[in-house]
């Protein structure tokens, strides 16, 4: 079985470090932690990084028609856009179970949506050979979750700010920054 984020290990030891220094670290969020946190945990994700294929999708919600915008279509249709990318890219002949960690989503009714939306996904790319499981984990209790954070951080300052340095820390993992709405032009309702 093939673990994703094998520098887990790296992560906790940061983590005790703070603890060690002082530091109440939970967990690491990139927003929420200050920048030398940040700058070391991009740096544990940089000396790592041949372990990471990042695929991305880049959403303009102003571009998105008004009926796509209900929160109960749009997230599920945009992971199911992302996961449909994803495992096109894969050899199924090597796996034999997907498993999809998510946050923990809140509202039972949206998680239902998100659900669904990823089964049906999972159900039409996959082959019948391959089983597939959703979990849902607190971010803070995941590490993959976390990197995860970060990765979308700076993809997310790059295109929203300009600001390139966190991204260019993580470019050489990008496989993928798909701009889902690039030829729509901004509506607002």
């Known amino acids: 079985m093939k673990r994703p984020f094998a520098f887990s290990d790296a992560l906790d ?35 790592n990084l041949s372990t990471l294929l990042i695929d991305s999708i880049i959403i303009e919600k102003p571009k998105t028609g008004h009926t796509l915008q209900e929160p109960k279509r749009f997230y599920p249709q945009m992971i199911g856009y992302l996961l449909r990318y994803v495992i096109e890219r894969q050899n199924q002949s090597q796996i034999s179970e997907v498993i999809v960690i998510t946050d923990n989503i809140p509202l039972n009714e949206k998680r239902k949506a998100v659900e669904k939306a990823i089964k049906l996904t999972l159900s039409e790319m996959l082959s019948v050979a391959v089983k597939y499981r959703i979990i849902h984990h607190a971010s803070k209790a995941h590490h993959g979750l976390q990197i995860a954070d970060y990765c979308n951080w700076a993809i997310y300052r790059k295109w929203e700010r300009g600001d390139i340095h966190h991204y260019d820390i993580i470019k050489n993992g990008i496989r993928s920054e798909f701009d889902i709405f690039r030829s729509g ?5």
């Open 13 to 47: 030891s940061y983590k005790y470090d703070c603890i060690e220094w002082g530091l109440n670290q939970e967990y690491f969020h990139c927003a929420d932690d200050n920048s030398h946190l940040r700058e070391r945990v991009f740096g544990i994700i940089a000396e």
């Open 185 to 189: 032009t901004k509506r607002y309702y």
